[in-house]
Nanobody, 118 residues
Framework: QVRLVESGGGLVQPGGSLRLSCATSTSIFNFHAMNWYRQAPGKERELVAGITHGGSTTYEDSVKGRFTISRDNAKNTVYLEMKGLKPEDTAVYYC????????????WGQGTQVTVSS
């Protein structure tokens, strides 16, 4: 079974920084893409950032210039570096791995809470 384990969440003040980590039980190159999603109370889950097998990255508009997704292939780990955090960034952040060539299948981590507040 594929396992994704997030870490690095916590409570920070506005303008602060956090780095989230997603450790995988297998090579990240086994997946078509690795993504970070987030879900705030009462809101829909949204894609925050993603990185494809080939290394292309995408970002949700509100986090462009503040968040950076990266990977350490040797450690089978994907990171989300978050700077200039805003209260609106408060959410549970989930690591996601996309598998399948014809039929898509998504693996999910348990989530890590990020709270941005004074």
């Amino acid at each position: 079974q594929v396992r994704l384990v997030e870490s690095g969440g916590g409570l920070v003040q506005p303008g602060g920084s956090l780095r989230l980590s997603c450790a995988t039980s297998t090579s990240i190159f086994n997946f078509h893409a690795m993504n970070w999603y987030r879900q705030a109370p009462g809101k829909e889950r949204e894609l925050v950032a993603g990185i494809t097998h080939g290394g292309s990255t995408t970002y949700e508009d509100s986090v462009k210039g503040r968040f950076t997704i990266s990977r350490d292939n040797a450690k089978n780990t994907v990171y989300l570096e978050m700077k200039g955090l805003k209260p609106e960034d408060t959410a549970v952040y989930y690591c996601n791995a996309v598998d399948g060539d014809y039929d898509r299948y998504d693996y999910w981590g348990q989530g890590t809470q990020v709270t941005v507040s004074s």
